[in-house]
């Protein structure tokens, strides 16, 4: 099992920047993609960036230029930075790790999420 835990949320105030931590630990045995979403209550996860094994991030097409998300592979930890911080930010993050899980008869691919940090942009 692999434990994502997510840091660096809290008040910003809009137009300043913010970067959000993600710490991979538990048992790992290798980590694919990882990756960032965020949630507005009663919306849909949103996807901000993932990064892949090789540590080169992309982007949706929406969140190019604000969002800049870096991976140390190494060290199983993903980091989000938040540019020109907007009322419309505030959400709670989850970060997200693609990794192999042990199943009946073998292994399989599993996502593994983190519990969230939220974020509050004031203007």
């Known amino acids: 099992q692999v434990q994502l835990v997510e840091s660096g949320g809290g008040m910003v105030q809009a137009g300043g920047s913010l970067r959000l931590s993600c710490a991979a630990s538990g048992e790992i045995f290798g980590i694919n993609d990882m990756g960032w979403y965020r949630q507005v209550p009663g919306e849909q996860r949103e996807l901000l960036a993932t990064v892949d094994r090789g540590g080169s991030a992309s982007y949706p097409d929406s969140k190019r230029g604000r969002f800049t998300a870096s991976r140390d592979v190494a060290k199983y930890t993903m980091d989000l930075q938040i540019d020109n911080l907007k009322d419309e930010d505030s959400a709670a993050y989850y970060c997200?790790?693609?990794?192999?899980?042990?199943?009946?008869?073998?292994?399989?691919?599993?996502?593994?999420w983190g519990q969230g940090t939220q974020v509050t942009v004031s203007s």
């Open positions: 997200y790790a693609d990794a192999p899980i042990r199943k009946t008869g073998g292994w399989g691919p599993h996502r593994y």
